[in-house]
Protein backbone atom coordinates (compact mmCIF):
# COMPACT_ATOMS: atom_id res chain seq x y z
CA UNK A 1 0.00 0.00 0.00
CA UNK A 2 2.74 2.60 1.06
CA UNK A 3 4.98 1.50 -2.20
CA UNK A 4 1.90 2.23 -4.12
CA UNK A 5 0.53 5.41 -2.69
CA UNK A 6 4.96 6.67 -3.14
CA UNK A 7 4.39 5.49 -6.62
CA UNK A 8 1.65 7.43 -7.06
CA UNK A 9 2.52 10.53 -5.43
CA UNK A 10 6.33 10.94 -6.92
CA UNK A 11 5.12 11.74 -10.33
CA UNK A 12 2.85 14.22 -9.23
CA UNK A 13 5.54 15.83 -6.87
CA UNK A 14 7.97 16.15 -10.38
CA UNK A 15 5.23 17.76 -12.02
CA UNK A 16 5.02 20.60 -9.34
CA UNK A 17 8.67 20.88 -9.29
CA UNK A 18 8.67 21.16 -13.51
CA UNK A 19 6.09 23.48 -12.90
CA UNK A 20 7.65 26.04 -10.43
CA UNK A 21 11.33 25.48 -11.93
CA UNK A 22 10.15 26.42 -15.47
CA UNK A 23 7.71 28.79 -14.79
CA UNK A 24 10.30 30.43 -12.79
CA UNK A 25 12.72 30.78 -15.55
CA UNK A 26 10.03 31.84 -17.54
CA UNK A 27 8.96 34.89 -15.18
CA UNK A 28 12.28 36.25 -15.18
CA UNK A 29 12.71 36.08 -19.04
CA UNK A 30 9.39 38.10 -18.84
CA UNK A 31 10.57 40.04 -16.21
CA UNK A 32 14.29 41.40 -17.44
CA UNK A 33 12.43 42.45 -20.47
CA UNK A 34 9.39 43.93 -19.39
CA UNK A 35 11.02 46.24 -16.32
CA UNK A 36 12.59 48.63 -18.37
CA UNK A 37 8.92 48.96 -20.11
CA UNK A 38 6.58 49.48 -16.75
CA UNK A 39 9.03 51.94 -15.53
CA UNK A 40 9.45 54.27 -18.91
CA UNK A 41 5.62 53.57 -18.83
CA UNK A 42 4.94 54.75 -15.39
CA UNK A 43 7.53 57.75 -15.78
CA UNK A 44 6.46 59.60 -18.90
CA UNK A 45 3.12 57.65 -19.92
CA UNK A 46 4.68 56.86 -23.34
CA UNK A 47 3.16 53.58 -25.17
CA UNK A 48 6.22 52.14 -26.32
CA UNK A 49 5.33 49.21 -28.42
CA UNK A 50 8.59 49.06 -30.01
CA UNK A 51 9.96 47.76 -26.90
CA UNK A 52 9.84 44.24 -28.56
CA UNK A 53 11.91 45.66 -31.43
CA UNK A 54 14.44 46.70 -29.19
CA UNK A 55 14.66 42.68 -27.53
CA UNK A 56 14.77 41.39 -31.54
CA UNK A 57 17.73 43.75 -31.91
CA UNK A 58 19.56 42.32 -28.92
CA UNK A 59 19.19 38.69 -29.74
CA UNK A 60 20.40 39.78 -33.30
CA UNK A 61 23.73 41.76 -31.93
CA UNK A 62 24.54 38.90 -29.72
CA UNK A 63 23.95 36.07 -32.43
CA UNK A 64 26.13 38.28 -34.02
CA UNK A 65 28.65 39.16 -31.94
CA UNK A 66 28.68 34.92 -31.39
CA UNK A 67 28.96 33.64 -34.50
CA UNK A 68 30.64 36.19 -36.65
CA UNK A 69 33.08 37.61 -34.42
CA UNK A 70 33.98 34.84 -31.91
CA UNK A 71 32.68 37.32 -28.83
CA UNK A 72 31.72 35.10 -25.57
CA UNK A 73 28.31 34.53 -24.74
CA UNK A 74 28.31 36.18 -21.61
CA UNK A 75 30.62 39.33 -22.98
CA UNK A 76 28.15 39.46 -26.03
CA UNK A 77 25.18 40.38 -23.44
CA UNK A 78 27.53 43.01 -21.74
CA UNK A 79 27.73 44.60 -25.36
CA UNK A 80 24.52 44.34 -26.47
CA UNK A 81 23.14 45.51 -23.23
CA UNK A 82 25.46 48.70 -23.51
CA UNK A 83 24.93 49.04 -27.21
CA UNK A 84 21.40 49.11 -27.13
CA UNK A 85 20.82 51.53 -24.60
CA UNK A 86 23.53 54.33 -26.11
CA UNK A 87 21.83 53.86 -29.18
CA UNK A 88 18.05 53.85 -27.90
CA UNK A 89 19.26 57.30 -26.58
CA UNK A 90 19.07 58.69 -29.80
CA UNK A 91 16.09 57.19 -30.85
CA UNK A 92 14.14 58.71 -27.37
CA UNK A 93 15.63 62.51 -28.16
CA UNK A 94 14.63 62.30 -31.74
CA UNK A 95 11.65 60.18 -32.15
CA UNK A 96 9.98 59.59 -28.28
CA UNK A 97 10.24 62.88 -27.49
CA UNK A 98 8.22 64.17 -29.70
CA UNK A 99 5.41 61.96 -28.24
CA UNK A 100 5.38 63.23 -24.33
CA UNK A 101 1.99 64.74 -24.31
CA UNK A 102 0.69 63.25 -27.27
CA UNK A 103 -2.58 61.19 -27.33
CA UNK A 104 -2.63 56.82 -26.72
CA UNK A 105 -3.17 57.02 -30.76
CA UNK A 106 -0.17 58.83 -31.83
CA UNK A 107 1.94 56.42 -29.76
CA UNK A 108 0.77 53.32 -30.41
CA UNK A 109 1.05 54.32 -34.29
CA UNK A 110 4.12 55.43 -34.40
CA UNK A 111 6.03 53.04 -31.84
CA UNK A 112 4.17 49.73 -33.72
CA UNK A 113 5.22 51.51 -36.90
CA UNK A 114 8.79 51.14 -35.43
CA UNK A 115 8.24 47.80 -35.00
CA UNK A 116 7.21 46.88 -38.14
CA UNK A 117 10.01 49.05 -39.86
CA UNK A 118 12.80 46.89 -37.79
CA UNK A 119 11.37 43.59 -38.64
CA UNK A 120 11.34 44.33 -42.25
CA UNK A 121 15.21 45.81 -42.04
CA UNK A 122 16.37 42.47 -40.03
CA UNK A 123 14.38 39.99 -42.58
CA UNK A 124 16.00 42.10 -45.27
CA UNK A 125 19.21 41.20 -43.79
CA UNK A 126 19.00 37.91 -41.99
CA UNK A 127 16.18 36.88 -43.56
CA UNK A 128 12.80 34.90 -41.94
CA UNK A 129 13.69 31.72 -40.74
CA UNK A 130 14.43 31.06 -36.90
CA UNK A 131 17.95 31.59 -35.60
CA UNK A 132 19.65 29.55 -32.89
CA UNK A 133 22.90 29.98 -31.08
CA UNK A 134 25.57 27.82 -29.78
CA UNK A 135 26.18 27.90 -25.79
CA UNK A 136 29.07 27.19 -24.32
CA UNK A 137 30.05 23.93 -22.75
CA UNK A 138 29.40 25.40 -19.08
CA UNK A 139 26.15 26.48 -20.04
CA UNK A 140 25.19 23.24 -22.11
CA UNK A 141 23.63 20.13 -20.58
CA UNK A 142 22.08 19.45 -16.81
CA UNK A 143 22.77 20.79 -13.01
CA UNK A 144 22.11 18.25 -10.20
CA UNK A 145 19.77 20.22 -7.28
CA UNK A 146 18.93 17.64 -4.51
CA UNK A 147 17.28 14.95 -5.98
CA UNK A 148 16.70 16.24 -9.72
CA UNK A 149 18.30 17.60 -12.46
CA UNK A 150 17.82 20.86 -14.39
CA UNK A 151 18.75 22.25 -17.84
CA UNK A 152 21.55 24.42 -16.76
CA UNK A 153 20.91 27.06 -18.77
CA UNK A 154 17.64 28.14 -17.09
CA UNK A 155 19.04 28.15 -14.06
CA UNK A 156 21.66 30.35 -15.11
CA UNK A 157 18.84 32.40 -16.31
CA UNK A 158 16.97 32.49 -12.87
CA UNK A 159 20.40 33.28 -11.24
CA UNK A 160 20.62 36.51 -14.06
CA UNK A 161 16.99 37.10 -13.01
CA UNK A 162 17.65 37.34 -9.16
CA UNK A 163 20.57 39.65 -9.54
CA UNK A 164 18.97 41.98 -12.19
CA UNK A 165 16.19 42.25 -9.36
CA UNK A 166 18.63 42.84 -6.49
CA UNK A 167 20.41 45.26 -8.65
CA UNK A 168 17.56 47.15 -9.65
CA UNK A 169 15.99 47.03 -6.34
CA UNK A 170 19.44 48.82 -5.21
CA UNK A 171 19.30 50.83 -7.38
CA UNK A 172 15.72 52.57 -7.00
CA UNK A 173 15.69 52.02 -3.52
CA UNK A 174 19.37 53.25 -2.26
CA UNK A 175 20.34 55.92 -4.38
CA UNK A 176 19.83 59.07 -5.33
CA UNK A 177 18.84 58.48 -9.21
CA UNK A 178 16.16 55.90 -7.70
CA UNK A 179 14.88 58.36 -5.44
CA UNK A 180 14.58 60.85 -8.22
CA UNK A 181 13.24 58.05 -10.84
CA UNK A 182 10.41 57.01 -7.88
CA UNK A 183 9.41 61.01 -7.14
CA UNK A 184 9.16 61.69 -10.85
CA UNK A 185 6.58 58.83 -11.31
CA UNK A 186 4.21 59.72 -8.37
CA UNK A 187 4.43 63.03 -9.16
CA UNK A 188 6.34 64.31 -12.39
CA UNK A 189 5.09 67.99 -11.93
CA UNK A 190 5.83 67.58 -8.36
CA UNK A 191 9.66 66.51 -8.94
CA UNK A 192 9.70 69.51 -11.51
CA UNK A 193 9.12 72.02 -9.33
CA UNK A 194 11.74 70.92 -6.62
CA UNK A 195 14.24 71.04 -9.63
CA UNK A 196 14.56 67.17 -10.61
CA UNK A 197 15.27 67.44 -14.60
CA UNK A 198 12.88 64.67 -15.58
CA UNK A 199 13.82 64.67 -19.39
CA UNK A 200 17.48 63.92 -18.97
CA UNK A 201 15.81 61.36 -16.22
CA UNK A 202 13.59 59.77 -18.84
CA UNK A 203 16.67 59.59 -21.32
CA UNK A 204 18.69 58.01 -18.33
CA UNK A 205 16.06 55.13 -17.54
CA UNK A 206 14.96 54.58 -21.13
CA UNK A 207 18.31 53.43 -22.15
CA UNK A 208 18.49 51.68 -18.97
CA UNK A 209 14.94 49.72 -19.76
CA UNK A 210 16.15 48.93 -24.13
CA UNK A 211 19.24 48.07 -22.70
CA UNK A 212 17.52 45.55 -20.36
CA UNK A 213 15.37 44.55 -23.40
CA UNK A 214 18.03 43.65 -25.28
CA UNK A 215 19.48 41.73 -22.87
CA UNK A 216 16.50 39.74 -22.79
CA UNK A 217 16.43 39.18 -26.33
CA UNK A 218 19.90 37.95 -26.05
CA UNK A 219 19.15 35.26 -23.31
CA UNK A 220 15.89 34.47 -25.27
CA UNK A 221 17.47 32.95 -28.37
CA UNK A 222 18.13 29.61 -26.23
CA UNK A 223 14.54 29.85 -25.06
CA UNK A 224 12.38 30.95 -27.61
CA UNK A 225 14.62 30.67 -30.69
CA UNK A 226 14.71 34.24 -32.50
CA UNK A 227 13.04 35.35 -36.13
CA UNK A 228 12.45 39.64 -36.99
CA UNK A 229 9.06 38.91 -35.51
CA UNK A 230 9.91 38.57 -32.36
CA UNK A 231 9.56 42.06 -31.75
CA UNK A 232 5.59 41.80 -32.11
CA UNK A 233 5.29 38.22 -31.33
CA UNK A 234 5.96 38.41 -27.63
CA UNK A 235 5.24 41.78 -27.30
CA UNK A 236 1.93 40.99 -25.78
CA UNK A 237 3.51 39.31 -22.84
CA UNK A 238 5.58 42.11 -21.60
CA UNK A 239 2.69 44.34 -21.90
CA UNK A 240 0.49 41.57 -19.89
CA UNK A 241 3.08 41.65 -17.18
CA UNK A 242 2.73 45.94 -16.99
CA UNK A 243 -0.66 45.80 -17.01
CA UNK A 244 -0.79 42.61 -14.16
CA UNK A 245 2.11 44.68 -11.93
CA UNK A 246 0.82 48.00 -12.58
CA UNK A 247 3.04 50.44 -14.79
CA UNK A 248 6.05 52.11 -12.63
CA UNK A 249 7.19 49.42 -10.03
CA UNK A 250 9.67 46.95 -9.67
CA UNK A 251 8.35 44.87 -7.81
CA UNK A 252 5.00 45.31 -9.38
CA UNK A 253 6.92 44.13 -12.63
CA UNK A 254 8.43 41.14 -10.63
CA UNK A 255 4.96 39.76 -9.10
CA UNK A 256 3.33 39.95 -12.42
CA UNK A 257 6.00 38.24 -14.11
CA UNK A 258 5.99 35.65 -11.43
CA UNK A 259 2.27 35.07 -11.70
CA UNK A 260 2.01 35.01 -15.65
CA UNK A 261 5.31 32.83 -15.98
CA UNK A 262 4.06 30.25 -13.41
CA UNK A 263 0.51 30.86 -14.49
CA UNK A 264 1.67 30.03 -17.90
CA UNK A 265 3.51 27.07 -17.50
CA UNK A 266 1.30 25.67 -15.36
CA UNK A 267 -1.56 25.81 -18.19
CA UNK A 268 1.01 23.90 -20.98
CA UNK A 269 1.84 21.49 -18.43
CA UNK A 270 -1.96 20.46 -17.43
CA UNK A 271 -3.75 21.51 -20.17
CA UNK A 272 -1.57 20.81 -22.94
CA UNK A 273 -4.52 21.58 -25.68
CA UNK A 274 -5.81 24.69 -24.19
CA UNK A 275 -2.20 25.68 -21.72
CA UNK A 276 -2.12 28.66 -24.01
CA UNK A 277 -5.14 30.66 -23.00
CA UNK A 278 -3.95 30.37 -19.14
CA UNK A 279 -2.05 33.58 -19.23
CA UNK A 280 -4.43 35.67 -20.74
CA UNK A 281 -7.29 34.08 -17.67
CA UNK A 282 -5.31 34.90 -14.97
CA UNK A 283 -4.83 38.24 -16.52
CA UNK A 284 -8.08 38.84 -17.07
CA UNK A 285 -9.13 38.06 -13.64
CA UNK A 286 -6.42 39.91 -11.71
CA UNK A 287 -7.32 42.80 -14.04
CA UNK A 288 -11.27 42.68 -13.42
CA UNK A 289 -10.17 42.62 -9.58
CA UNK A 290 -7.16 45.48 -10.01
CA UNK A 291 -8.06 47.44 -12.93
CA UNK A 292 -4.78 49.08 -12.29
CA UNK A 293 -2.56 46.08 -11.74
CA UNK A 294 -1.28 44.94 -8.69
CA UNK A 295 0.62 47.05 -7.65
CA UNK A 296 -0.58 50.05 -9.53
CA UNK A 297 -2.21 53.29 -8.40
CA UNK A 298 -6.02 53.13 -8.64
Sequence with gaps: MQIALEANVAPVVNTIVSILFDGLAWAMFLFIISVGLSVTMGLMGVVN??????????????????ASWGVPFLASLVITFVVVGCVSVLFERTLYAQLYGASELDQVLLTIGLAFMAIATFTYFYGPLPQGIRLPDYLSGEVRLGARSFPTYRVFLIVVGAVLVAALWYGFERTNV????????????????????????????????????????????????????????????????????????????????????????????????????????????????????LYGRE
Excluded: C, E
Excluded at 51 to 59: I, Q, R, W
Design 178 to 293: GAKIRAAVDNRRMAQSVGIDVDRLFTFTFAIGSGLAALGGGLAIQLLGLTPSFAVIYLVFFLLVVAVGGSGTIWGTLVGALVLGVGDTAGKYLFADAGGLVIYAVAVLILLIKPAG
Design 49 to 66: LAHGAFAMVGGYLVLTAT
